[in-house]
């Protein structure tokens, strides 16, 4: 059974994940429709779910998948993606596939993985999220008279992003640089880094941009400000605390406490990303840290 699929330009699809449960829902997928085949963006999070995406495309154009962009190494963005390489599609994807849900290795997060969505909808599964067509600053993929600019923003939610931006139809996929609350992931990756990252792309003035998670902005402005405000008010607490001298748990304990069985629910989130960006502010504080 297709997902649902919301056409954002003539031939720009999204496809809709889950709305309302921040990163713990299905995510935001993505394709692209030309005369020489599909550009898919993004892989979902299982055979399974790779396959439904595959329906989904189908259901549109009788053109073959020809590339598939991931836009981070995050299993719930790319555990379909063998749905995708054995319907013909070659990986575009930032080489750097290092996550901390893989710290324990590629066997332990495939069981890890399997708990999450379960082992009839990892039947099938492969890893193919190596790349075939590596990005780690910007590339311009060019297809059937589409233009998708790809570019690697640094480690802003991960080691391994990318942004998807089409030109022309100004759309742009963001992955998880954005989530539909506004509190994006920093674990694995920077929070001004991140910061650097939303001003380029509200640079590019978009029209429509895709989060990783959740509902499609009515005004891209609008969530890119809520993450800003998000990400500069935590620096600034976490920056007042170590300046202050105030250990690292006092400093968190104004913040509900993490959900034990759910990472990513919003609260999870907020407490793990205090605790990077403490860690962030203690280094730049004891001039461990050399970057501006």
């Known amino acids: ?98 996550t901390l849900a893989a710290e324990g290795g590629e066997d332990a997060l495939r069981a890890e993985w399997t708990g999450v969505v379960g082992a009839e909808a990892m039947r099938g599964f492969e890893y193919a999220n190596a790349a075939d067509r590596r990005v780690t600053g910007t590339d311009t993929l060019r297809l059937g008279g589409r233009t998708l600019v790809i570019s690697h923003p640094g480690a802003a939610h991960s080691p391994g992003d990318l942004v998807v931006w089409l030109p022309k139809e100004r759309v742009l996929f963001a992955g998880d640089l954005l989530v539909e609350d506004g509190v994006t992931m920093v674990v694995d990756g920077d929070s001004r880094l991140l910061l650097d990252a939303l001003a380029r792309i509200d640079a590019r003035d978009p029209r429509v941009v895709v989060p990783g998670h959740g509902a499609i902005p009515k005004r891209p402005a609008t969530l890119l400000a809520a993450t800003r405000r998000y990400l500069t008010g935590l620096q600034s607490d976490m920056r007042s605390a170590v300046e202050k001298g105030v250990p690292m748990q006092r400093a968190l304990a104004s913040l509900p406490p993490a959900d034990g069985e759910r990472p990513v629910s919003l609260n999870s989130r907020k407490r793990r990303n205090a605790v990077r960006v403490y860690l962030e502010e203690e280094r730049r504080f004891m001039g461990l840290d050399s970057s501006p």
């Open 1 to 98: 059974m297709p997902y649902p699929a919301r056409e954002l330009a003539p031939g720009v699809f999204a496809v809709l994940g889950d709305t309302g449960r921040g990163s713990e829902g299905r995510p935001n997928a993505g394709f692209v429709v030309t005369p020489e085949g599909v550009v898919v963006i993004d892989a979902l999070a299982s055979p399974a779910q790779g396959e439904r995406l595959l329906a989904t495309i189908r259901a549109r154009t009788r053109q073959p998948p020809r590339w598939l962009i991931l836009t981070h190494h995050h299993p719930d963005h790319h555990f379909g993606a063998i749905a995708l390489r054995r319907a013909g599609a070659k990986v575009i994807a930032h080489p750097d596939r290092r």
